[in-house]
């Protein structure tokens, strides 16, 4: 590997660093946000849905936008919304405005949304390029920087500091690492040729045929599942265990701290599980302990246990999105359209999950809104074989689906 791959998959390390920090630095924060923002767990659920919709506008131009403009742009445009979101999250708690929080989880959302295609994408191109399992660890990154904004969080919880200045102080430390990363990612990455850009009847065809690829849409099941399980856990857990399971706000925090970790290790050892054991069987493993650690915090009434299957939960939830995602990639032609179609079906969770389980949690409990879930996992297990036996990334080529 060349000095100038090293520094892009280090600049994509730092890509995937960014929204993890950012994400659980504002999730260990929700009781204190709902506090300050007097609202119920229906209404925050309303407030938790301004990210729903920004991931979802976000996620449906993130393709078309990497196909106009390459990878840099877009992968660069995404990561400033996240850094402005945290300042436009905790000036809405400071001012108990809930339009405001609402406007912040929206360019949270699209920012995470818009980079997503963007940054998978350059993460299949370095694989390609290398001929190694790069997206599970890329996906780690993302997950490590859960688990250590995550602990800042509970640490910030414990000693009240308050909501926005904690989230201003992670977002200048965010836009730091930002300006240093970004002038390691090449240009042109994902970028449609000039003339491949003018639509013909060939290209529209291959377009409608992404859309009817059965094997591409029960991998985009096998990712709304998954995705549901890590986003439900993201947007809901801190309240779970302390309205579900009776805890005090600073272990709510600790046990999504448990939960990131578990993720993490989950995605650093998916390099070595998929070329052991091959993706199926990795993805219904994932599926399966899910399913478990989520059956064991809704069912049982010890917060100590639910606390265990948490990480449970978050091993099973690790590799469900980079695993999907480079299966997607890499089942037949058009890549760019494969992973935008998968990612987009894998987002409708976060459309549908944070408002629909706010509803159900305010009128049944957190507990049994996440029946849901468990129910999306299970079925999860049952599609896994979809995603292929793959065990290996292929050797680089010279016409590789992703344009470089």
Same mark, same amino acid.
């Given at each position: ?7 892009? #998959? ?7 660093l $960014? ?5 659980s ?42 196909? #106009?403009?390459?990878? #840099? !742009?877009?992968? =660069?445009a995404?990561?400033?919304?996240? $850094?402005?979101s945290?300042?436009? @999250? ?38 390609? $390029? ?6 599970p660890?890329? /996906?780690?990154?993302?997950?490590l ?7 800042? *969080? ?11 200045? /904690? ?12 300006a ?5 990612? !090449? ?11 003018r !639509? ?20 985009? =099941? ?17 309240l779970?265990?302390?309205?579900? /399971? =009776? ?24 390099g ?15 599926? @399966? ?9 809704v ?8 606390t ?6 978050g091993? *099973?939830?690790s ?9 997607? =990639?890499?089942?037949? !032609? ?16 976060f ?11 305010? /009128?049944? *409990?957190?507990r049994?809104a ?11 297990? @049952? ?22």
């Open positions: 590997m060349d000095l100038a791959t090293r520094r892009r #998959r280090a600049a994509l390390f730092l890509f995937f $960014i929204p993890g920090l950012s994400i630095s504002w999730v260990t924060r929700t009781p204190d946000i709902r506090d300050q923002l007097d609202v119920s767990t229906a209404q925050m659920g309303i407030v938790l849905f301004g990210l729903s919709v920004g991931s979802t506008i976000g996620i449906l131009s993130s393709g078309a936008l990497v196909s #106009r403009f390459g990878t #840099r !742009p877009v992968m =660069g995404a990561t400033l919304l996240v $850094i402005l945290l300042v436009v @999250i905790g000036s809405g708690t400071m001012l108990a405005s809930a339009p405001t929080a609402t406007a912040g989880l929206f360019l949270f959302g699209a920012g995470m949304g818009g980079g997503e295609v963007a940054i998978n994408v350059d993460g299949a191109d370095v694989e390609q $390029i290398t001929g190694r399992t790069v997206l660890t890329l /996906h780690g990154f993302f997950s920087g859960t688990v250590v904004g995550a602990a800042l *969080g509970i640490l910030c919880t414990a000693f009240s500091y308050p909501v926005q200045w /904690h989230l201003i102080a992670i977002a200048v430390v965010t836009a730091a690492m930002f240093y990363a970004f002038r390691a990612i !090449p240009k042109a990455v994902g970028k449609t040729r000039d003339d491949e850009s !639509p013909d009847a060939a290209t529209e065809q291959a377009q409608v045929k992404v859309w009817k690829d059965p094997r591409l849409l029960l991998i985009g =099941g096998v990712i709304l599942a998954m995705a549901l399980a890590e986003g439900s856990a993201n947007d809901w857990l801190p779970l265990m302390v309205d579900g /399971h =009776g805890v005090d706000p600073a272990l709510g925090s600790a046990v999504y701290t448990g939960f990131a970790t578990a993720m993490t290790i989950g995605r650093f050892a998916g070595f599980l998929i070329n052991r054991f091959g993706r199926s069987l990795v993805v219904r493993a994932s599926a @399966i302990c899910a399913t478990l650690g989520i059956a064991v915090v069912f049982a009434d010890s917060a100590a246990l639910a265990a299957a948490v990480l449970l939960w091993l *099973g939830a590799l469900g999105f980079p695993v999907t995602l480079s299966a997607a =990639g890499d089942s037949g !032609p058009n890549s760019a359209a494969r992973v935008s179609l998968v990612a987009m079906i894998g987002y409708v969770a459309l549908v999950g944070p408002p629909s389980l706010g509803f159900l949690g305010d /009128h049944y *409990g957190l049994v996440m029946i849901v879930v468990l129910a999306f996992t299970a079925v999860a297990i @049952i599609l896994a074989p979809a995603v292929g036996a793959r065990s290996a990334t292929a050797s680089p080529a010279p016409d590789s689906a992703v344009q470089s």
